[in-house]
């Protein structure tokens, strides 16, 4: 399986924060890429053929990265860390197999998306089988805290989508209402990550809650500068599609932002093109001109920051050493991938 904590996906230049973190992981995720192949055999030939398409596609596994990183952090590098980390890997990739049918997306991390493929019934059932083999694995991790962590995280991560789908074309939805949708869909799980990896190495509920912070602070600055990368900046590269949130009726933030202060035209605008999802050619453009204006793309990526420089204050608690260097520096990347 090649992902970035191989060396054949790792960057001629200089190595971003998290390749290095990937470099630091390389064992103990060499262990999380075995136990996930192990785990997705199945007689049935449509299941790990599904499954490994989307695992292989190149993602950089940041969620599992963190599990084992924070377990390192501890000291604790135990099997039920890396049946953890793997757990958590099939609880993301499940639900973006059923995101790409909900969100009718064409791209996943640059590849064609799976259900386009194979078809939405079929994604939607080899992600039900991901989640079962998520639960085998918190269960063999032998911490019911940790089960129930996760567990919980998983209902939340579905309770965010429901409400984002309920917000599509909604304009009264506020910035508030966006925040407490991104940490339900996508903090929720980086804040379980971190988390959990407290719980079996047996450290306080201090500790546990500042590895929670931590990682719920990096996750909705990941999800803003998503947000941004939807308009533009280096989502190319990335391997994201441009525009689909605006396509979609989605009120993320820089659209949010830009709904508090418009009047008249402007929001006659976004009433048409976001209610009403009535789109014509240059409404993009048009959009993103108003984006400039109000800025709302650099607040979207200064409140990202925010959260990144939260996240790494949360690690002040915990002894100076390469993997606390190695979580802080990652906190700062996902604000820099805007650029």
Not at 53 to 64: F, H, N, Q, T
Not at 144 to 155: D, F, N, Y
Request: with cysteine.
């Amino acid at each position: 399986m090649v992902s970035l904590n191989s060396p054949v996906a790792q960057s001629a230049s200089a190595p971003n924060a998290a390749e290095r973190l990937a470099q630091l992981a390389y064992d103990d995720m060499r262990r999380v890429d075995k136990l996930i192949l192990e785990r997705l055999d199945s007689h049935v030939e449509l299941i790990p053929e599904l499954a490994k398409y989307l695992i292989e596609a190149g993602g950089k596994r940041v969620r599992p990265m963190i599990t084992v990183a924070a377990g390192n952090l501890l000291g604790f590098t135990q099997d039920s860390v890396i049946k953890l980390a793997a757990a958590v890997e099939f609880i993301h990739t499940a639900t973006l197999l059923h995101d790409d049918v909900v969100d009718e997306s064409g791209m996943r991390r640059g590849k064609t998306a799976a259900n386009l493929i194979w078809g939405n019934a079929s994604s939607v059932l080899v992600g039900d089988f991901l989640f079962a083999r998520s639960f085998s694995l918190m269960v063999e991790a032998g911490s019911m805290k940790a089960l129930g962590v996760l567990s919980a995280a998983a209902s939340t991560i579905a309770e965010g989508e429901v409400r984002q789908l309920s917000a599509i074309k909604d304009m009264s939805v506020s910035v508030d209402t966006y925040m407490e949708i991104i940490d339900a869909k996508t903090a929720a799980l980086f804040a379980a990550a971190a988390q959990v990896s407290g719980i079996v190495a047996g450290r306080s509920q201090s500790d546990e809650d500042a590895l929670r912070t931590y990682g719920r602070e990096l996750g909705l600055a990941f999800q803003l500068v998503d947000d941004a990368l939807d308009y533009g900046g280096r989502a190319a590269k990335l391997g994201k599609s441009v525009g689909d949130d605006f396509r979609e009726g989605k009120v993320t933030l820089p659209v949010a932002l830009c709904l508090k202060e418009a009047t008249g035209e402007e929001r006659e605008f976004w009433q048409r093109v976001i209610a009403e999802t009535d789109q014509r050619e240059g409404d993009f453009d048009r959009a993103m001109e108003y984006m400039q204006a109000r800025k709302s793309i650099d607040a979207t990526v200064n409140a990202a920051r925010d959260h990144a420089r939260n996240a790494r204050m949360a690690l002040q608690r915990f002894p100076a050493n390469d993997w606390r260097s190695a979580l802080e520096d990652l906190a700062d990347f996902v604000v820099e991938r805007a650029y």
